[in-house]
């Protein structure tokens, strides 16, 4: 088994880096998270979450981000080289790591389909 951890490396930490998912990133619309999901030059899964402040108080942000964490580092393995950037979908309760963890694993195969990308409205 793979190790499961979840190094200062497999983050995304620059601004430019969440842009590029952003922009490039295909949408996957998950029960409980919203996924974007693109092709990375790192050789490795990388993660970025945002938890904006009409999710909830800080502790409900702070909860979702972890489990969001616990998901990713329990899946990076099997991810392959792609940024995900997650976020929680809205007017959805308290979600569970079970279900984030069944919505991260159906992502990649949406990076590398062929076909149209959504495009943001300006």
């Known amino acids: 088994m793979a190790r499961a951890d979840y190094p200062h490396a ?5 601004p ?17 998270i919203l996924v974007r999901i693109c092709p990375n030059d790192q050789g490795q899964a990388r ?3 945002a938890a904006p402040r009409k999710y909830g108080n800080a502790v409900r942000r702070n909860r979702f981000k972890r489990l969001v964490r616990e998901a990713f580092r329990n899946l990076r393995a099997d991810l392959g080289a792609v940024d995900v ?11 569970s790591l079970e279900a984030i963890r069944r919505d991260l694993a159906a992502a990649p195969e949406r990076a590398h389909a062929p076909g149209p990308r959504r495009r943001r409205r300006s």
């Open 47 to 49: 993660l970025g979450v």
């Open 16 to 32: 430019a880096d969440f842009q590029r998912v952003l922009r490039e990133g295909r949408v996957h619309p998950g029960g409980q």
């Open 10 to 14: 497999a983050r995304l930490r620059h």
């Open 85 to 95: 950037f997650v976020a929680p979908r809205r007017g959805l309760d308290e979600p």
